[in-house]
């Protein structure tokens, strides 16, 4: 004798069956991590921690010593661990840029650079306290002979600009390629190749006569 | 002949303008277009342990190791990679030997982060392979408390009905 009629048994096996296939997807769905995009951020913010306010009095004319303080931040959204280099650089106006598109560098000379270790959805941001300390006329042209970032000094030649206008700093990306243990502009993601960088202008119109 | 002695010097005299003119016009360009030639700093070389490290982390990551696990190897790295940056400052010729001490500190702490890597990644690929296993198997048990459950309202819609049906009066129209 059977408590439940074979009716009622293929009905149980039936519900039985059709819960088992949602409750088992619902559980392949937890189980697999879902794709998500993967970039860095970059940015440089003015002394106020806001994107304004980049150069003391909004005055983009620098002079010898005068301090500017920025904030410059980076945002790993990798979905790993990543080992990244903030470049940066010193253009004037005719001095290439980086170029998006084919993933180029600018090939402006590299000042200095800040490397971290980052993880997941992690940012790190540093204060960049810079300066120029000494900068000459020659001919018209203005040459920035020292910087000074985060009170480290820097000496360049022959950094010149007609002038003294548009002066640039450039910030790149770049990341160390785990695999190949070597640093590459900005990052391969999706089996494409990005980049990200960032760029402030600026003049030295007060230079010291040589 | 006179004449045509100084046509030619003439001649001669108009290339070399227009020689010089084009060459004075190059340079100008030239100078004009790249006014900018500064010299590059050198690139901060790092230790070559950091991208084998780097991939140990990565590891550890794809297997299912948490942030807070990561954070510590991360902190590792960047302990290494200050350590490198002070090492590499050392340039005059009594640092030198302060500057192996550090360099091997690096390469001691990459080390270290390699060792912890592993141990992280064969620990969450165990933990991850049991959550996914208990996850399908609380996919059976609910699928067997919802069959339960059903059984149970069912049977206690009959009950009802059942009740109600004896419960009915039956009047005359």
Redesign the interface.
């Given at each position: 004798m059977s408590f439940i009629s074979s009716q009622?048994r293929r009905?149980?096996i039936t519900?039985?069956i059709t819960?088992?296939i949602?409750?088992?997807m619902?559980?392949y769905v937890?189980?697999t991590p879902r794709p998500r995009e993967q970039f860095f951020q970059v940015y440089v913010l003015g002394a106020r921690r806001m994107a304004a306010d980049y150069y003391p009095n909004n005055d983009t004319n620098l002079g010898l010593g005068e301090p500017v303080t920025w904030y410059l931040g980076v945002t790993d959204n990798m979905g790993?661990?990543q080992?990244v280099?903030i470049?940066v650089k010193?253009?004037?106006q005719?001095?290439k840029p980086p170029d998006d598109q084919q993933a180029i560098e600018s090939p402006?000379?590299?000042?200095?650079?800040y490397?971290?270790?980052?993880?997941?959805?992690?940012t790190s941001e540093m204060p960049l306290v810079w300066s120029i300390s000494d900068a000459i006329s020659v001919n018209g042209?203005t040459r920035i002979l020292v910087l000074q970032f985060n009170n480290e000094t820097?000496r360049?030649?022959?950094?010149?600009?007609?002038g003294g206008h548009n002066f640039r700093l450039i910030f790149e990306l770049w990341t160390?390629?785990?695999?190949?243990?070597?640093?590459q502009f900005g990052w391969v993601a999706g089996g494409e190749h990005r980049v990200a960088w960032l760029q402030v202008w600026f003049n030295m119109t007060a230079p010291r006569l040589a | 002949m006179l004449r045509n002695f100084d046509y030619l010097n003439e001649s001669k005299l108009r290339r070399t303008q227009t020689r010089l003119a084009i060459a004075a016009a190059i340079v100008i360009a030239a100078v004009a277009?790249?006014?900018?030639?500064?010299?590059?700093?050198?690139?901060?070389m790092?230790e070559?342990g950091?991208?084998?490290a780097?991939?140990a982390?990565?590891q550890a990551?794809?297997v299912g190791a948490t942030?807070n696990e990561?954070?510590s190897?991360?902190a590792l790295?960047?302990k290494a990679?200050e350590l490198n940056?002070d090492a590499l400052k050392l340039n005059g010729p009594g640092e030198a030997q302060n500057r192996i001490e550090l360099i091997s500190q690096v390469d001691q702490t990459l080390i270290t982060v390699q060792g912890q890597a592993t141990d992280l990644t064969a620990l969450a690929s165990h933990r991850s392979y049991t959550?996914?296993v208990l996850?399908?198997v609380?996919?059976?048990i609910?699928?067997?408390v919802?069959?339960v459950l059903?059984?149970f309202t069912?049977s206690f819609y009959r009950n009802y009905r059942i009740k109600r049906t004896f419960q009915m009066r039956i009047t005359r129209k």
């Amino acid at each position: 004798m059977s408590f439940i009629s074979s009716q009622d048994r293929r009905t149980l096996i039936t519900v039985f069956i059709t819960l088992l296939i949602i409750c088992e997807m619902v559980a392949y769905v937890a189980n697999t991590p879902r794709p998500r995009e993967q970039f860095f951020q970059v940015y440089v913010l003015g002394a106020r921690r806001m994107a304004a306010d980049y150069y003391p009095n909004n005055d983009t004319n620098l002079g010898l010593g005068e301090p500017v303080t920025w904030y410059l931040g980076v945002t790993d959204n990798m979905g790993s661990v990543q080992l990244v280099s903030i470049r940066v650089k010193i253009g004037n106006q005719t001095i290439k840029p980086p170029d998006d598109q084919q993933a180029i560098e600018s090939p402006a000379p590299v000042v200095t650079e800040y490397m971290r270790v980052l993880q997941d959805n992690e940012t790190s941001e540093m204060p960049l306290v810079w300066s120029i300390s000494d900068a000459i006329s020659v001919n018209g042209s203005t040459r920035i002979l020292v910087l000074q970032f985060n009170n480290e000094t820097y000496r360049l030649q022959d950094c010149s600009a007609s002038g003294g206008h548009n002066f640039r700093l450039i910030f790149e990306l770049w990341t160390l390629q785990a695999d190949t243990d070597t640093f590459q502009f900005g990052w391969v993601a999706g089996g494409e190749h990005r980049v990200a960088w960032l760029q402030v202008w600026f003049n030295m119109t007060a230079p010291r006569l040589a | 002949m006179l004449r045509n002695f100084d046509y030619l010097n003439e001649s001669k005299l108009r290339r070399t303008q227009t020689r010089l003119a084009i060459a004075a016009a190059i340079v100008i360009a030239a100078v004009a277009l790249v006014p900018f030639v500064a010299i590059s700093q050198t690139v901060t070389m790092i230790e070559p342990g950091f991208g084998p490290a780097l991939v140990a982390v990565h590891q550890a990551e794809s297997v299912g190791a948490t942030p807070n696990e990561i954070a510590s190897l991360v902190a590792l790295l960047n302990k290494a990679l200050e350590l490198n940056e002070d090492a590499l400052k050392l340039n005059g010729p009594g640092e030198a030997q302060n500057r192996i001490e550090l360099i091997s500190q690096v390469d001691q702490t990459l080390i270290t982060v390699q060792g912890q890597a592993t141990d992280l990644t064969a620990l969450a690929s165990h933990r991850s392979y049991t959550n996914k296993v208990l996850n399908y198997v609380w996919g059976i048990i609910a699928a067997v408390v919802g069959t339960v459950l059903f059984a149970f309202t069912v049977s206690f819609y009959r009950n009802y009905r059942i009740k109600r049906t004896f419960q009915m009066r039956i009047t005359r129209k």
